[in-house]
T-cell receptor
């Protein structure tokens, strides 16, 4: 059975800290891994990763994929209160378009 | 630019009642999804569709039915609502090709009493 597991489930940090969120997966036919940010409403897209070792970067956020060890990390440097959200990881299993999400990591950034 | 629109946004049902949630997308996407989100559970896939007239079961399909009669619409039905179906429901859609992101609706908060 396909599985996506995120850790930690919740995290409290102070502004300026750096955080690393983890996503591991077990799927039959991996196609891509996606990261989303959710702030009390609909998830919004952050990154899509398809190849190992290639870092995707957007401002203070970056992400990388390891297809051998079946995991991805999402890094946020110099965190701000606006980074407080639930971060969701999803895997596209190349079986008819199924998109499976993990439990999410709830990040709280304190001033 | 409407994107993905869900109707209704809020609903309270009594146990045993039925209802249909509507998801409409205007991006000509092939793939559409229904998820439910409960505290600490992330997004769990209920049903999904890879094209007009096709549907498939996800991780938690029991108690739900779906239909995709038109490409732009994906309906989620609850035939006999139960308190365990109290949740926030999200619809998503994406293009029917490799490595595309999914776009989400704003969610429907359903309470079954």
């Amino acid at each position: 059975e396909d599985k996506v597991v995120q850790s930690p489930l919740s995290l409290v940090v102070h502004e300026g800290d750096t955080v690393t969120l983890n996503c591991s997966y077990e799927v039959t036919n991996f196609r891509s891994l996606l990261w989303y940010k959710q702030e009390k409403k609909a998830p919004t897209f952050l990154f899509m990763l398809t190849s190992s070792g290639i870092e995707k970067k957007s401002g203070r956020l970056s992400s990388i994929l390891d297809k051998k060890e079946l995991f991805s990390i999402l890094n946020i440097t110099a965190t701000q209160t606006g980074d407080s959200a639930v971060y969701l990881c999803a895997v596209d299993d190349n079986q008819g378009g199924k998109l499976i999400f993990g439990q999410g990591t709830e990040l709280s950034v304190k001033p | 630019n409407a994107g993905v629109t869900q109707t209704p946004k809020f609903r309270v049902l009594k146990t045993g009642q039925s209802m249909t949630l509507l998801c409409a997308q205007d991006m000509n996407h092939e793939y559409m999804y229904w998820y439910r989100q409960d505290p600490g559970m992330g997004l769990r896939l209920i049903h999904y569709s890879v094209g007009e007239g096709t549907t498939a079961k996800g991780e938690v399909p029991d108690g739900y039915n779906v239909s995709r009669l038109k490409k732009q619409n994906f309906l989620l039905g609850l035939e006999s609502a139960a308190p365990s179906q109290t949740s926030v429901y999200f619809c998503a859609s994406r293009e029917g090709r490799a490595n595309t992101e999914a776009f989400f609706g704003q969610g429907t908060r359903l309470t079954v009493v």
